[in-house]
């Protein structure tokens, strides 16, 4: 009964490789993204996309390319990687309600290592 | 440029104190102040948030104190525990379909025994 799901949880790979992380979510929400944390802990958007349009796209090279097949699922591929995309990578969902605001609820991330 | 501001970076505290971690935001616009804890190997989980219209909220051990004059907000963790050890971010969004949170820069909090 996992919220927020992400595959892998690992990924090792080397320079200039493409890769893809996957994200899923059996929220029902409409609005999906996709954050970068750096070694330092620091949390940044990435891109968020919201019953699949792309509404976010945050000074991210175009090496990374997001794509929502449908409202529950947004990929996140990387061409062309680099010693500096290594970072853990959360995918995260929510459901705007006036009253309470934008709750976000977050996977359990993937830590992308490239060597 | 850093629109939220945390502070401290690390704080200890020992058990059945009261942990205090303050944050201050430049954005007026910003309408939705949420608290996140992260474990280690762990995705930030939503802790408790609170909306400007308010100048406290509380849920449990947890408060969030909310000054809209001076553009700041903490959360208060009282009688903190060894299971509260964590890393702490606040946030701030613009209310909004697909607002993106911008986090603060993190606290690590160790409760001793």
């Known amino acids: 009964d996992t919220a927020v799901s992400q595959t892998p949880k690992y990924l090792v790979t080397q320079m200039g490789n493409d890769k893809s992380i996957k994200c899923e979510q059996n929220l029902g929400h409409d609005t999906m993204y996709w954050y970068k944390q750096d070694s330092k802990k620091f949390l940044k958007i990435m891109f968020s996309y919201n019953n699949k349009e792309l509404i976010i796209n945050e000074t991210v090279p175009n090496r990374f390319s997001p794509k929502s097949p449908d409202k529950a699922h947004l990929n996140l591929h990387i061409n062309s990687l680099e010693l500096g995309d290594s970072a853990v990578y959360f995918c995260?969902?929510?459901?705007?309600?006036?009253?309470?605001?934008?709750?976000?609820?977050f996977g359990p991330g993937t830590r992308l290592t490239v060597t | 440029q850093q629109q939220v501001k945390q502070s401290p970076q690390s704080l200890i505290v020992q058990k059945g104190g009261i942990s205090i971690i303050n944050c201050a935001y430049e954005n007026t616009a910003f309408d939705y102040f949420p608290w996140y804890q992260q474990f280690p190997g762990k995705g930030p989980a939503l802790l408790i948030a609170i909306r400007p219209d308010v100048s406290e909220k509380k849920e449990g051990r947890f408060t969030i104190s909310f000054n809209k004059s001076a553009k700041q907000f903490s959360l208060h963790i009282m009688d903190s525990q060894p299971g509260d050890s964590a890393t702490y971010f606040c946030a701030a969004s613009l209310t909004g379909s697909a607002s993106k949170l911008t986090f603060g820069t993190g606290t690590r909090l160790q409760v001793t025994l």
């Open positions: 995260a969902s929510s459901q705007e309600i006036r009253v309470t605001g934008n709750e976000q609820y």
